[in-house]
């Protein structure tokens, strides 16, 4: 489990179970220099942890495509750090979002046909005859991107557009 303290004023999340280095904080000093880092280890208990400002957190579980954490705050009756998760609203309009979404689709088609670029061009060069399969499957590559070009601009939430996977 993550652990966080509040440091100057804010809620600073550490990653791992015993967060090293780590600075010490004015009102935690216990006996050692405020300002220097200072390397706990595994070898701190949890009440050692928490007499240093560290108490447990666990970050939720939640879709970033359309969730953010909007807050960290202390939870005094259980001595836990907690994160308030709220939907993302968009400053961009449903029109702004499905163009970016088309721009990103369009960039992977592209880099998708790049791929037999080479081919193309090594054809065209020699005039020589593209293997049909070749030709098969870039025509499907920009059907399909075609096809869902059509699905994005058919959604009509700013929230469905951020959940489509390309």
Do not use: H
Request: proline letters at 2%; a negative charge; hydrophobic letters at 35%.
């Amino acid at each position: 489990m993550a652990k966080a303290r509040l440091e100057n004023g804010e809620v600073v999340v550490y990653d791992s179970n015993s967060p090293k280095p780590f600075q010490i904080i004015e009102g935690y000093e216990n006996d050692f220099i405020v300002g220097v880092s200072y390397w706990g280890g595994e070898s701190l208990t949890e009440e050692e942890w928490e007499s240093f400002g560290f108490y447990p957190y666990t970050k939720p579980e939640y879709d970033t495509a359309i969730q953010k954490i909007s807050e960290i705050t202390f939870n005094t009756t259980d001595n836990i750090f907690e994160a308030t998760v709220v939907d993302i609203e968009w400053s961009s309009t449903l029109e702004e979002m499905k163009a970016e979404k088309i721009q990103g689709l369009k960039y992977l088609y592209n880099q998708k046909l790049s791929e037999t670029d080479w081919v193309i061009i090594r054809d065209k060069e020699l005039n020589q005859a593209t293997d049909q399969s070749i030709l098969d499957s870039r025509a499907a590559l920009r059907t399909e991107c075609s096809s869902k070009e059509t699905e994005v601009n058919a959604l009509t939430t700013k929230r469905d557009i951020a959940l489509y996977e390309l």
